[in-house]
């Protein structure tokens, strides 16, 4: 793990954007499309605020979350909501933005469609996750119902999730996904999630999910 910590977080969340900024450029300088994939939560808005606004080729990128609530963009609670007002905006709104939710019942009735449209746009040329103080990361949470099989060598893209720390049911990319990534960068804040990030390295990744990325990861943290 390679891990940069920042005097202030408002720096962090600059010095991020504009390095997301410079990996995507570098992706598209040598392919015709770049993939981005970006957690929803309430830490990484601020980085979205700045990266939507760089100058870059954006309408060769395909944006979509790293996971997904089950609920509609009109909750608070949506991450693709959280996208489309914070990132797919300014300069950016000229990506492509692929959601993680279909207006179906349950994520089991249209994860195969979801998993299909994101296939093409893999592996990730760069990716930001986020982690909860529980160690999770994107919906890879300890004790949910379905974590050994997204964490699985041969996971699917992505798996429906449920867990109790989750609040409603989640879809999530496997763990195998995120760690195929060229670039991956995780953003914490606060001395919680920087012990628990550091309780993570000891652990393993069904124990405490982030670990699976943690090797190729740098890791982003002001207090
Ligand atoms: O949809 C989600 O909930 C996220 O993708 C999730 O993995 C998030 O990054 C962490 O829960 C941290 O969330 P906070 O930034 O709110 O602490």
């Known amino acids: 793990m390679n891990l940069v910590e920042y005097p202030d977080a408002e720096l962090m969340m600059f010095t991020l954007a504009d390095q997301l900024a410079s990996d ?6 040598t392919h015709d ?5 970006v957690p929803g ?3 990484p808005g601020p980085v979205f605020d700045v990266l939507s606004g760089v100058g870059l080729d954006w309408d060769r990128v395909t944006v979509f979350p790293n996971d997904e609530r089950w609920v509609p963009e009109t909750s608070e609670r949506s991450n693709g909501r959280l996208l489309k007002q ?7 709104a000229a990506a492509t933005f692929l959601p993680l939710y279909a207006g179906a019942e349950r994520p089991e009735d249209a994860i195969d469609a979801l998993a299909e449209a994101i296939e093409p746009h893999l592996p990730i040329s760069v990716l930001l996750l986020g ?13 949910a119902d379905r974590l050994a099989e997204a964490l699985a060598p041969d996971a699917p893209v992505l798996l429906p999730m449920r867990a109790a720390g989750a ?7 496997s763990a195998r996904v995120l760690r195929d990534a060229m670039a991956i960068h995780v953003l914490i804040t606060g001395a919680e999630k920087r012990a628990a990030l550091e309780r993570a390295m000891d652990l393993t990744p069904d124990q405490a999910p982030i670990r699976a990325v943690l090797d190729e990861a740098t890791v982003h943290w002001a207090a």
């Open 24 to 29: 995507l450029g570098t992706q598209l300088r």
């Open 41 to 43: 939560g309430t830490t």
């Open 131 to 143: 982690m909860g103080a529980d160690m999770h990361t994107a919906s890879l949470f300890p004790g």
């Open 86 to 92: 914070r990132l797919l905006t300014g300069k950016a």
């Open 167 to 173: 609040g409603e049911p989640r879809v999530t990319l």
């Open 33 to 37: 499309r770049a993939s981005l994939s």
